[in-house]
């Protein structure tokens, strides 16, 4: 249910809403960052080295040009990110600025912005915590540290999954590590533009379009690429709402009766619980 439902639930086990909000921002801030460095690293590497030559075909190429446009919507997040996040003055500024401008286009009768008040009072709300956050956070090197470690290690384990695909079909080739999470980048950034969550339909055909050549280089054919498709798209994207089920289930047989029988407990402050239980 994303960044709502997850202050929601934390709600309900006693960490209050703008806590709840905190947490979410600062996890998504440092999850961008990170997001943003491992794919510039690997597209900027691919333009010096040249090392992915399998894109020449019409799709290939389709999924190139999109990358690069996902890139650079990446890039716009990034740095409205960072000017908002590093700069109370700056980033308050910026925010009105993009508010006015958006305010002032029409499509036809469709207007982007409605009540300007309305939106700037809620946005501007969200960036004041958002920027309360980033100054609690930038106090504590430790939890900076540990978020950043936690979001690289996601992401590597993330794009090293269509390289270990392709060893379970096509052997162990370890050199192949670094080209398949260049082009699960590539896939990554060419669905980022699509509404649909998890870019689904994009990410389909773009990895069907940059791994079909490497897949036919070692004597595999269609057959197998599908099976490559499914599992890794049930892995990188079904699995978490199957997991999201078995909690759902979870808690209407067992968790929610465990909340009522301690919400006294859950509903006390984090940090007034850990003295409870030291003493």
Known sequence: GGQPFQVLYMSKYGIRVGEGVSITMGKYTFSQIIFFLWTTFFL????????????????????????????????VVIVTV???????????????????????????????????????????????????TTKQYSK?????FVSFAGSLLFYAINYSMPFFLYSAFAGWHPEMWVEIVTLAVMIDMSSAFNPI??????????????????????GLGTGVQVWALLIWRFFSYYIFIVQGAFILVYDIIIGDKKLEKNKEYWATPVRQRRKTKQN
């Not at 590093?86 to 036809?108: C, D, E, M, P």
């Not at 504590?140 to 900076?144: D, I, L, M, R």
Request: hydrophobic fraction near 50%; proline fraction near 2%; charged fraction near 15%.
């Open 140 to 144: 504590s090197p430790w939890v900076v």
């Open 44 to 75: 900027m590497r691919n333009v010096i080295t040249g090392n992915i030559q399998n894109v020449s075909s019409i799709a290939g190429g389709l999924a190139t040009t999109l990358c690069w446009i996902g890139y650079a919507e990446l890039t």
């Open 82 to 132: 960072l000017i908002i996040s590093l700069n109370k003055r700056v980033g308050a500024s910026f925010v009105v600025g993009i508010l006015k401008l958006l305010s002032k286009i029409h499509i036809g009768k469709f207007r982007i912005i409605k009540d300007y008040k309305k939106t700037f009072r809620s946005v501007m709300r969200t960036v004041n915590i958002w920027q309360t």
């Open 197 to 218: 969550p998890m870019g689904t339909g994009t990410a389909d055909l773009s990895f069907t379009a940059l791994f079909s050549s490497l897949f036919v280089a070692v």
